[in-house]
């Protein structure tokens, strides 16, 4: 079993930045893909970044050259810097990793942006 503890969401201007972090532990099992997805109200959960145990990096169209997914292997956290923030951005954000074959969630985070 893996836990996933998501942190830094809030409110924020548009045009401003935020960094999520995700924190990874429980039983050591080689995480192979950490992913950030995100679901605004009423619509379907979406991929926004991934970053594989390799260290390649994807990202959905509409958050390219804004959002920077990262990890510390060591601390066994992956990031999600949130750079340029519209309001469309606003949702739940959540943390996954592939582990042993396995699917984990985090509990999500809320990222409102608004002025």
């Known amino acids: 079993q893996v836990h996933l503890v998501e942190s830094g969401g809030g409110l924020v201007q548009p045009g401003g930045s935020l960094r999520l972090s995700c924190a990874a532990s429980?039983?050591?099992?080689?995480?192979?893909?950490r992913r950030w997805y995100r679901q605004a109200p009423g619509k379907q959960r979406d991929l926004v970044a991934s970053?594989?145990?390799?260290?390649?990096?994807n990202y959905a169209d509409s958050v390219k050259g804004r959002f920077t997914i990262s990890r510390d292997i060591a601390k066994n956290t992956v990031y999600l810097s949130m750079n340029s923030l519209k309001p469309e951005d606003t949702a739940v954000y959540y943390c996954n990793v592939v582990a042993g074959m396995e699917n984990y969630w985090g509990q999500g985070t809320q990222v409102t942006v608004s002025s």
């Open positions: 970053i594989s145990s390799g260290g390649s990096t």
């Open positions: 429980g039983r050591r099992s080689t995480i192979v893909l």
